[in-house]
């Protein structure tokens, strides 16, 4: 399950290593996932709908855009 999200961040981030892709790989999986199971669960308590939407996007796109810089520097 791992190995096509450490594909595609392969494809974005092609001199990280394969620990890097690794543990990336799972730590988007574990924010995404988190937020899932909570907002299935109700446990969010967000007042406006779609915001698990919202939430998975800067989740995401952060990290993304952070580990960009990082490789920048």
């Known amino acids: 399950m791992f190995?096509?999200?450490e594909a595609a961040l392969a494809q974005l981030f092609p001199q990280s290593d394969a620990d890097s892709l690794q543990r990336s790989a799972r730590t988007l999986w574990a924010s995404v996932h988190g937020i899932a199971?909570?907002?299935s669960l109700d446990k969010l308590f967000l007042n406006q709908p779609?915001?698990?939407q919202q939430?998975?996007?800067e989740v995401i796109s952060r990290y993304?855009?952070?580990?960009q810089q990082e490789i920048m520097v």
């Open 55 to 57: 939430m998975l996007n």
């Open 50 to 52: 779609a915001l698990e």
């Open 64 to 67: 993304l855009n952070g580990w």
């Open 3 to 5: 190995e096509y999200l």
């Open 37 to 39: 199971v909570l907002a």
